[in-house]
């Protein structure tokens, strides 16, 4: 059996292995990703690219590939029984809290195949019909079997992330559950072509009595993604086919000439592993964690765990933390996963519910209460606040120490516009780095320079204001864009101290 090495084995290579892949390799890590299918997946699945996940995609440069891709939608409708009741503009939904103030519809495989080419470009090929069978955990090191379209071949690695999806092998290895439960309604998802009103790049949702329909816009004209309950079918969800669910979409909501190009039926879990590590195994995505697809968030979630992984381990291998901060990553992104599922839970509870009070309340109800809520500045904000995951915080973390004007440690970053560019520009270096709003103390500089990190100073102006952070105070702001240290009177010996420990 051939042995080989590298620091990282990425087993998985769908959109979190993907980007655990391309965020190492932009920090220099030498890695090796693994995928046991033969080619990349060909569906559409995951459609929603949230704000936070653009974000992340600028620091490493392929922020404006994604938003190329993808569709803009610019409003909801909102439909009762196949009738329109009422038209909300999203446009801008998030102006002024993100450089990505809308909604991106982006296919999972046109996203997966953008993410591959950029890591072909940096010279990283995923290895297909590449399978991990088993592994084994020593204090120095992990030892992975995996099976080859040539044989069994042993791999000697520092770390192994699991990005293998829902029944993740990393995850049976490591002896850790996948506790919780599946929903009893399921799922159809159909992408097809087709004519009538519903194509106009919008989102529709139709909801009646105990059903609902989502009809997103793709790219191409007259492409669309249907996704509904399945009711009232007798056959095995293999078996149920665009046939058996299309009178409800063609005809209530007038599609015409409906050509179906996918067609699946899923069922939707709800499961958090209790761990997400083991030793020097992580599991990442939905390997760890699945929810229902209410507001878009699992794909996004799982990029969000590659992220906050990939600089860490970088940190680690490279000499400039010390192994402690790995143990941030569970912490950290188990809270978010935890509150995730139980909300993603209750919002798909709500639009499943049968029963007469929830029929009143999702016809009659929503389609008044929604638009003119949707018209208040403080409720828009909130809903992009939650659903585009720049809320996510990580106050109860060991890396998170201060609070200074309205911006708590463990935020992300609030984006503020500067003259001519913004303050999320610098994290293209992927480096920690001190950022002050208005003049910093003068020992401030030579300080940052002599601890290696970044300082970079923007005008004091209208918009930081807004943000919440404060004149001349300091924010150490870590490689993804959260903040580490905020602290107000700007002590270079807090700073110090505070980079110490992490790098202990
Ligand atoms: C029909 C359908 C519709 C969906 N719709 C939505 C939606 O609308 N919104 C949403 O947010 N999410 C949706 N999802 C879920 C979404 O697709 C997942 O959340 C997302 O794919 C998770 O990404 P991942 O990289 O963590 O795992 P995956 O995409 O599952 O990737 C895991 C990869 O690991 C590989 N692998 C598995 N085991 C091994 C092994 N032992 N060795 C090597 N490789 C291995 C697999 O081949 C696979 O490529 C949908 C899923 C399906 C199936």
């Known amino acids: 059996m051939p042995e080989t090495t590298a620091p990282v084995l990425i087993v998985g290579a769908g959109p979190t292995g993907l980007v655990l892949a391309l965020w190492l390799t932009r920090l220099g890590v030498t890695i090796r990703i693994i995928d046991r299918a033969e080619r990349p997946g060909t569906t559409s699945r995951a459609l929603a690219v949230q704000a936070r996940t ?9 922020a404006d590939d994604a938003v190329a891709g993808g569709v803009k939608v610019p409003a909801i409708n909102l439909w009762v029984s196949g009738r329109p009741r009422a038209r909300v503009r999203i446009d801008a939904i998030g102006e002024g809290l993100s450089p990505f103030a809308f909604a991106l519809v982006y296919p999972q495989d046109a996203h997966e195949r953008m993410l591959s080419d950029h890591l072909e470009r940096a010279g990283i090929r995923v290895e297909r019909e590449t399978e991990l069978v088993r592994l084994e955990q020593r204090v120095d090191g992990v030892s992975a079997t995996l099976r080859t379209q040539t044989g069994e071949e042993q791999f000697q690695t520092s770390y192994v992330a699991g990005c293998d999806g829902a029944s993740s092998t990393v995850r049976h290895q490591l002896g850790i559950e996948f506790p919780g439960g599946t929903y009893q309604g399921y799922f159809y998802v159909a992408d097809v072509h087709a004519g009538g009103p519903l194509v ?40 149920v086919t ?68 990939a600089w860490k ?77 720049i809320n996510v915080s990580y106050h109860d973390s060991a890396l998170s120490e201060g609070t200074t004007g309205a911006v708590v440690a463990g935020d992300r970053l609030p984006w503020i516009r500067t003259n001519g560019s913004d303050n999320f520009a610098p994290l293209a270096s992927l480096r920690w ?53 905020a602290d107000a009177d700007a002590d270079v010996s807090r700073l110090r101290t505070y980079l110490r420990c992490v790098r202990r």
């Open 433 to 485: 780095q001190v950022h002050v709003y208005g003049r910093a103390r003068n020992e401030l500089e030579a300080e940052c320079s002599a601890l290696g990190v970044e300082l970079y100073e923007f005008v004091w102006n209208e918009a930081a204001r807004d943000a919440g952070v404060r004149e001349g105070a300091l924010y150490l702001v870590r490689p993804d864009g959260y903040v580490g240290l």
């Open 54 to 62: 653009l974000e992340f995609y600028r620091q490493i440069g392929i």
């Open 242 to 309: 665009f046939d058996d669910v299309k009178s409800r979409a063609v005809d209530r909501m007038q599609l015409s000439n409906a050509k179906v190009n996918w067609f699946s039926t899923y069922r939707v879990h709800h499961r958090v592993a209790p761990r997400f590590r083991d030793g020097r195994a992580f599991l990442l995505g939905d390997a760890a964690h699945v929810h229902s697809p209410v507001g878009g968030q699992g794909m996004n979630t799982g990029i969000g765990d590659a992220v906050n992984l």
């Open 200 to 239: 106009n790049d919008e989102l529709h949702v139709d909801i009646e009595d105990a059903d609902f329909l989502l009809v997103f816009p793709l790219k191409g004209a007259g492409n669309l993604r249907l996704v509904g309950l399945v009711h009232g079918s007798e056959k095995p969800d293999h078996a």
């Open 313 to 389: 381990l970088a940190a680690v291998l490279k000499g400039e933390a010390g192994a402690a901060i790995l143990d941030t990553y569970e912490t950290e992104r188990i809270a978010f996963a935890r509150r995730l599922v139980e909300t993603t839970d209750r919002g798909f509870t709500i639009v499943t519910r049968q029963g007469s009070v929830a029929r009143t309340v999702r016809t009659r109800l929503v389609p008044v209460i929604a638009p003119p809520a949707f018209r208040f500045p403080a409720i828009r904000r909130l809903l992009f606040r939650t659903v585009s995951q």
